[in-house]
């Protein structure tokens, strides 16, 4: 049975949902900026960007731009130093601008979807990663990430570098480089001001030029603390995608994780069965507790703990990063 389903958002699940479904229902994507955008740093695991290059026929050299062999970080006072070969950055702009033209119908940007207009869908998609049609709850914690795109004369550090912050408001600042002199600079914070500064900080203090600033409001919590996934307004069902149910890592990386919820709602729909979608989604991203935990270790400065935990996920990170078992024994700590 065609449907007519609207996807409300045309960020990386709505316009990934949307080509996948477009060859069996009518899909109408609602975007309400003017025109495409990739804010976030555009770094991902390596084999998840493998896997989405070769699902669309895409050459993975076109958007490869740098592949991870060390991970900085700093914890507090302490500095520490990791291999790590399992993490890119690459054009996420492009990748999602040539997934959008091979859509079927035009997406309408600058365009919300109201709610006089439900009932012409059989379904409608929440892909604006801030429940915006779902509805916000009480646990959402929505950060500010700040980024701006720099040029140094050489890098800060050679690789990808994350830098915990002692702070109850503030994630990390990342650097995730783009080539050997130009990296996003980025910082998440529950204060929008808080961001700004620690990013210009950064970039004062290595004598970067900025070239572009970013800022977008980013939903943080776990699928756990995100149901409901589905509800019914004016007699049509609205179901979640992306990070509107928590596909989000607790470092912010949701390219994955988004992924997979995409793959697992167009699984529900195509079987016209959307009851289980919560609960497959619950099982399949159940490793995002391990990653919460992880997280909070390394924001508090015990990263021997969070090497261990890594070590008992270890087969899911093995995937995702391809960190290797011998991997504590490369951490060095300064």
């Known amino acids: 049975m065609m449907n007519k389903i609207a996807i ?3 960020g990386w699940s709505g316009l990934l949902l949307a080509k996948k479904l477009q060859d069996t229902h009518e899909v109408t994507v609602f975007e309400q900026r003017k025109t495409l955008d990739a804010t976030c740093a555009w770094g991902t695991p390596t084999e998840t960007l493998k896997e989405l290059c070769n699902e669309h026929h ?12 060390k991970l900085y970080s700093k914890h507090f006072k302490k500095s520490a130093v990791m291999n790590m070969n399992g993490l890119c950055t690459f054009n996420k702009k492009l990748f999602m601008l040539n997934i959008a033209s091979k859509l079927k119908n035009p997406i309408k940007y600058g365009t919300i979807l109201k709610e006089n207009e439900y009932q012409d869908y059989n379904l409608i998609v929440d892909a604006t990663g801030t429940r915006s049609y779902l ?5 959402d914690k929505m950060y500010v990430c700040y980024q701006e795109l720099v040029k140094f004369d050489s890098l800060p550090y050679s690789d990808f ?20 002199n130009v990296a996003f600079v980025g ?12 990013v210009t900080d950064f970039v004062e203090t290595y004598n970067g030029t900025t070239y572009k600033r970013y800022a977008k409001r980013l939903r943080v919590n776990p699928p756990e603390e995100s149901s409901p996934f589905i509800v019914t307004k004016k007699s049509i069902k609205i179901v979640g995608v992306g990070n509107n149910i928590g596909a989000i890592s607790s470092f912010g990386e949701g390219i994955d994780p988004s992924t997979a919820t995409v793959n697992m709602l167009v699984d529900r729909i195509q079987n016209n069965n959307l009851n289980i979608y919560e609960q497959q989604v619950m099982h399949n991203l159940n490793w995002l507790k391990r990653d919460y935990q992880l997280y909070s270790q390394l924001k508090n400065g015990k990263v021997v703990s969070a090497m261990l935990n890594m070590m008992l996920n270890g087969q899911f990170y093995r995937h995702r990063f391809k960190v290797p078992l011998t991997a504590i024994n490369s951490f060095k700590v300064k």
């Open 8 to 10: 409300c958002g045309a």
């Open 58 to 69: 895409l050459n993975i050299a076109d958007y490869l731009l740098w592949q991870s062999r």
């Open 161 to 180: 570098y994350m830098n915990f912050k002692q702070s109850e408001t503030t994630k990390y600042l990342w650097m995730f480089p783009l080539s050997d």
């Open 187 to 198: 910082c998440g914070s529950l204060k929008g001001k808080d961001a700004y500064n620690e």
């Open 135 to 139: 509805g916000t709850l009480p646990t």
